[in-house]
């Protein structure tokens, strides 16, 4: 089959297509009939290997070999292995496939979720890493409730957009903070005010949030928290700002109640399926920046790394 593999850290040259062996599918597991996949900010730290301790999992010194690049993915079921209850073959499915930028990539059953019918498949493949993270962020982590004021650094990304929309439906106040070129956009998807970080710098306003999620870490820590009331909590969910950042907030974390640890989102069925209920109302829609074909997605990654991606960039088998 065909599939886009990584043949070593840096630039978006390392993307390659090529010819590999189909994955079959083991116990509790499924075989996806890829028909999009999405690109996260893993798959950017990835390709650069950066934070360092990514290469941990994609190889080091280099990928491990045939690695095939991508996480998310929506798509009919192939197959399905043993213990399989939830899905047969025929069903739309998206969630977490690993090696999703392929023609067939394996799931694990409890990370994929039946697609929602009102979405096509390009669109439902950037829901999952992106909108769990926003998803988890706010409702578990944030614990944001109706009333709440909520700011979004980096509302314009994969995950601003889906938290910008997620607060809303939770019953927030939303500000979003963005370049000038996506300020229109921020407001058209709900936030109550925006933010162009370019002409004023949000931590020396005088508006204060009951929660801050920070998709960026442009500012320090301590300038963040700032802009928090008095029971707000900061809750950082980037790896743009470096490992010092964020080995930072984790230190902080354990001593200043205003400051949350950094998190690892895990794209589940339970967060996929309080997902779909937004979607399905038409609180939360996927924005899809552009698509590629499968055989450019070495130029997908081109155009993250030039950092003037707003919603999600998919690539369709």
Not at 15 to 27: R, T
Not at 139 to 153: E, M, Q, S, T, Y
Request: with cysteine.
């Amino acid at each position: 089959m065909r599939a886009v593999i990584q043949t070593g850290y840096g630039s978006a040259d390392v993307m390659k297509v090529a010819e590999v062996e189909k994955p079959s599918p083991g116990d509790g597991e499924v075989l996806v009939r890829v028909m999009a996949a999405s690109l996260a900010a893993g798959e950017y730290f990835g390709m650069r290997g950066k934070p360092f301790p990514i290469r941990f999992y994609i190889g080091f010194p280099k990928p491990k070999k045939d690695f095939v690049v991508g996480i998310d993915c929506a798509g009919t079921v192939e197959a399905v292995g043993p213990n399989v209850t939830r899905f047969r073959p025929g069903d739309e499915v998206y969630g977490e496939c690993r090696g999703s930028c392929a023609e067939y990539a394996v799931a694990k059953e409890g990370s994929l979720a039946s697609k929602p019918p009102n979405l096509s498949f390009e669109q439902a493949a950037g829901v999952p890493t992106s909108a769990c993270t926003a998803l988890q962020a706010l409702r578990d982590h944030g614990k944001v409730r109706p009333g709440h004021k909520v700011l979004i650094n980096g509302a314009s990304g994969g995950v601003g957009t889906f938290a910008v929309q997620i607060a809303k439906a939770l019953g927030a106040e939303v500000t979003g903070v963005c370049s000038t070129g996506n300020v229109e956009m921020v407001r058209s998807i709900g936030a109550d005010y925006v933010i162009d970080y370019t002409k004023e710098d949000f931590t020396k306003g005088r508006a204060r949030y009951d929660v801050v999620l920070d998709n960026v870490g442009s500012h320090s820590l301590s300038a963040t928290r700032r802009v928090l009331t008095p029971n707000g909590l900061h809750v950082p969910s980037s790896g743009h700002a470096g490992m010092g950042w964020i080995i930072a907030a984790s230190l902080t974390g354990i001593f200043v109640r205003q400051q949350a640890a950094p998190f690892v989102a895990a794209t589940n069925t339970e967060s996929l399926l309080a997902l779909n209920e937004f979607i399905k109302t038409g609180d939360v829609t996927p924005v899809v920046d552009r698509t590629y074909p499968l055989g450019e997605t070495a130029g997908a990654f081109a155009y993250l790394d030039e950092g003037h991606a707003h919603g999600k960039v998919v690539i369709t088998i």
